[in-house]
Each structure stands twice: as C-alpha cells, then as structure tokens.
C-alpha cells in the first residue's frame, strides 16, 4: 500500500469516526475525474458550523496522531480557512493532508453534491463533481508557484460536459457572492477557460 492510499484511507476512517460530512477536492480528485496523476496532497471540504467546531476537530485530529503543519485564516471573511496536517507515521516531508472549512465559501454546496469514487481498490470516497473542480482551481491556480492548477484545469475541460460548465459558472458566481474570490473575476476567468481549445 503506497503511502498517499494509506493516508487517504486513514483520513477517510478518521473523518467518518468522527462523523463529519466531507469531499475530496484537489489533485487527488483531479486525478479520480480525469487521468491519474502525482500527487502528495490529500484536500478535503469538511463541513463545520463555524471557526470552533474546526478548531475542535482540528484537537480531534492531533489526538489522532496527525502533526499540525499550518492553519490558514480567510482574511477577508474572518474565518478558519484551512488547517494542515502531516499524516499519521509521515515525517514532514510526508503526504499533506489539507482539511478546507472556508477556503471557497461554497463547501457545503461542494459536499453536499460529491459523487462516491473508488480512489484506490476498495477504497471509496466522496469526490466534488468536475464543475466543482473547475471553480475551486480557478480560484486557488497559480501559474508561478503551481504550474499543475493550469495542466488540472486543462483535463478537467478534457471531460467537462455542458452540465458541468453550467455548474462551474453558478459555483463561480456564488464564489464572488459570498465574497470569497480573492479580488478574481472568476467569472471571465471561466469564459477564457471555456473558450480555449482542448
């Protein structure tokens, strides 16, 4: 078992033990909509009501055994964004997993629609749809420190449907709404997307 599956399953037992709501965003996920690629990182959307119960389950996770690394403050909501942790029996250097509580504003529509994907054999999880995806990298690309959001945007268009552009336009939409879009208009940067060949 390599040790990003063993991760993935650890966080998965964990996060149910725990009965939390979640779904796998990120490269991981990238790779479950499109083709498999590397990566050492495991994102997952948690739903929380508030910046107490992530910081709650943040303790809950440490008492796990996971080393903290980072956590994130959205500055301009005010919110715990994100919190960062080394996975059990991994050095530093080890696979990251990254727990998102209001990274995009738009967790709970993200969990709410994610689609059980096999990641690994046997192993199932709640993966965001492709127009989930599509918005999420949108906001978190960065040509200059991550080169892979363009290539993830890229494959995701490879197999976006017209459903899953309709959905990455609401979710865009409700992105900038709710005041999470980082001053991007990730409205137009959707369209740019859209209208380059794949």
């Not at 599956?5 to 499109?34: H, I, P």
């Not at 690629?37 to 910081?55: H, P, S, W």
């Not at 530093?92 to 993200?110: C, H, K, P, Q, Y």
């Not at 989930?132 to 490879?158: E, Y």
């Amino acid at each position: 078992m390599s040790a990003l599956e063993e991760a993935v399953r650890c966080v998965v037992a964990d996060l149910g033990a725990l009965r939390r709501r979640f779904v796998l965003v990120g490269g991981l996920a990238v790779s479950a909509r499109t083709e498999p690629r590397f990566t050492r990182d495991v994102d997952l959307a948690v739903l929380v009501d508030g910046d107490a119960e992530a910081e709650a389950l943040g303790q809950s996770f440490r008492l796990r055994g996971y080393l903290p690394l980072a956590l994130v403050e959205q500055t301009e909501r005010r919110r715990l964004e994100t919190l960062r942790l080394v996975a059990p029996r991994q050095d530093e250097r080890g696979i990251v997993v990254d727990l998102l509580f209001a990274s995009s504003g738009i967790e709970a529509e993200v969990v709410a629609q994610g689609e059980p994907v096999e990641i690994f054999p046997g192993v199932f999880v709640p993966v965001a749809r492709v127009g989930h995806l599509l918005a999420l990298k949108l906001l978190s690309r960065d040509d200059l420190r991550r080169p892979q959001d363009f290539i993830d945007l890229r494959a995701l268009m490879g197999v976006a449907t017209q459903d899953d552009l309709t959905l990455a336009r609401e979710s865009a939409a409700l992105i900038s709404q709710r005041g999470y879009a980082r001053d991007r208009d990730l409205c137009s940067m959707l369209e740019q997307l859209v209208a380059q060949p794949v």
